[in-house]
Structure formats: C-alpha cells, structure tokens
C-alpha cells in the first residue's frame, strides 16, 4: 500500500511541478528514492539481494502515468461529441400536407 501511495506522489510529482513525464524522468526519481532509502527497497530471494528495484520502481511510475493519461483522454474524447453527432444525416423530409402526413404520389 506504501509503494501504491507513493507511486501516486511521484506522478503527480512528475505532472505538476517537473512538466516531464519520460520513463527516463522517472528512472531518475527512483533512483533518488531507491538510494535515498535502501533499506526499503531490498528484494532478497534465496539468500541473495536482487538488483533492479530502482529500475521496477520507474516502471511502475512510468506505467501509472500512462495509464492515467490515456483514461484522461478517453473521457475526453467521450465527452467531447455527442451519439447523434455520430448519426449520419437524415434524407431530406419529404412533402407534408396541413396535417402533418407525408405525401405519397
């Protein structure tokens, strides 16, 4: 739950103050994060500390920026139109006489 809330921190971090969200940007971050705070960040399996946790940790930011800038989009794009903008346009009418029945010849 910890690493999900920080993520969050980190991508808003990334969108409103750095402007920058490039997976390299976010390599950067978590590498600060990564050597700021080893110890929470070692992955230990089989006896032996695995490498990499900066780099799984930028990806997960990366992944997270993405994935919420494409919902964003698609919310967008469903609010921006309307169904019956979609319709194509309807034959011309055809004559009515006074009571509102079309004309059949």
């Given at each position: 739950?910890?690493?999900?809330?920080?993520?969050?921190?980190?991508?808003q971090?990334?969108?409103?103050?750095?402007?920058?969200?490039?997976?390299?940007?976010?390599?950067?971050?978590?590498?600060?994060?990564?050597?700021?705070?080893?110890?929470?960040?070692?992955?230990?399996?089989g006896?032996?500390?695995?490498?990499g946790?900066a780099?799984?940790?930028?990806?997960?930011?990366?992944?997270?920026?993405?994935?919420?800038?494409?919902?964003?989009?698609?919310?967008?794009?469903?609010?921006?139109?309307?169904?019956?903008?979609?319709?194509?346009?309807?034959?011309?009418?055809?004559?009515?006489?006074?009571?509102?029945?079309?004309?059949?010849?």
């Amino acid at each position: 739950m910890i690493k999900k809330s920080l993520v969050h921190v980190v991508e808003q971090y990334m969108v409103n103050d750095v402007n920058n969200v490039s997976l390299g940007a976010a390599t950067e971050i978590s590498k600060q994060i990564v050597d700021e705070y080893p110890n929470s960040f070692k992955v230990k399996i089989g006896g032996q500390h695995l490498k990499g946790t900066a780099k799984s940790l930028a990806y997960k930011i990366y992944h997270r920026l993405h994935y919420n800038k494409k919902e964003k989009a698609e919310r967008t794009l469903s609010l921006s139109y309307d169904v019956d903008d979609l319709d194509e346009p309807s034959a011309a009418p055809k004559a009515q006489d006074e009571y509102g029945c079309v004309a059949y010849l």
